[in-house]
DNA sequence: TGTTGTGAATCTCTTCACAGCT
DNA sequence: AGCTGTGAAGAGATTCACAACA
């Protein structure tokens, strides 16, 4: 229903409300949400209205409540179960960032090609030899696949990802998967983003996302 | 003048006609390189219109040149110096990364405050204290930086590195930063991307990307 | 015949602008 | 007075469709 750029706003969004429920703030405005997750108010108004989410006009949006909103609309009630492919630094570094928190995301189980890394528990995940993916993946029942192997290999995981039943996959490797037209594929392509910088960094562009510019008569932001 | 989407796609079919000229393909056509980078023939034209390449109606575009056009446009001469503040596994993976690699970018210098990884040289990359950050990246003439640390820190890290002269910094840490216009952000944040992924495996999307469905004569893909 | 180059049509996303509410 | 909710305008990006060409 809703687009895939809409659904990264609103994680952004949730990441800032639950900063504000931490500072014990109660209420927010769109403009205020806006400056702080980088965007604009008519759009956090419109991604909110796509939620069926309803503020007040005199004292904004209920924090907790549009917190839950947000929740109860992108994530699976039953939590989603990941599997983590490749434990390089690339697979650590996402170990270790979702070993504290308590999102409704885990990462279930990890695998790698290296025997001397299968068999220990890395930030609290198991790590498994890679020939155990596709009955791993089951019986845990894993949705979503991390793709965090060299170039060479990722095509075969993810093909083996599918096969298990993943229907979601976040691509590190350099090259573009080909999966079935029902499964989902994010690439994180680091290379590619570092030239893009290059290129604006010298190219200047139209500014990417103004940030606390609003020019409303802004009564209280940061 | 180009597009953001642009820039990301020309980097891509940079990266295709690498390997076809490794594999001594010597031309190709729109859809084929369409094809192996994910996209629409239309759009792979039009791209290259951008950049003001052309091909010719019977072979279509040649390989060499055509890469030869995008480095060109995409790349500076001189080549573009990067600083990468914050060794931990996302600086690891990158520092893993552009090691081996003749691009035309370089990591000319890491910074970490754990004094224990400073005036170490990793991957080939001095690393310093984070002390010696804005004295370095001017000596060194770096004009991109990498931000990997954690949250708390990115914003003092960004005003940091913004202070000694870049104008072009990749964020890895999951807030937005706050910079001049004039300097170009982009942010992978993988948290989010996640969220992405799981929130589309279970509402399977009108598909991300078709791939290699040309409805043509399709003649030789693969 | 099969491809490029490209204006025009289409689609998607963002922003405006304002009625309605408190 | 200042906000939300939202239809409608606007801006961008993508795709179509076809003339020109080899």
Redesign the pocket.
Known sequence: MS????IG?LSRYRRVLNELLHDSVSH????QLASRAG?????V??D??AIG??????S??DVQGLLKSIEAFMDAPEGTRVALVGVGNVGRALLAYFAGRRTSLTIAAAFDRDPAKASHVLHGCRCYAQTELEAVVRREDIRVGIVAVPAAQAQQVADKLVTAGVTGLLNFAPVPLRVPVDVFVEDIDMTMALEKVAYFARHTP?RKRTRNHEH????TER
Chains 1, 2 share one sequence.
């Open positions: 687009s895939e750029r809409s706003r927010v405005y769109s403009y965007g604009n108010a008519a759009q108004r419109y909110l209205m989410y309803s503020g007040s006009p005199n904004g949006y139209r409303h008569h802004q009564t």
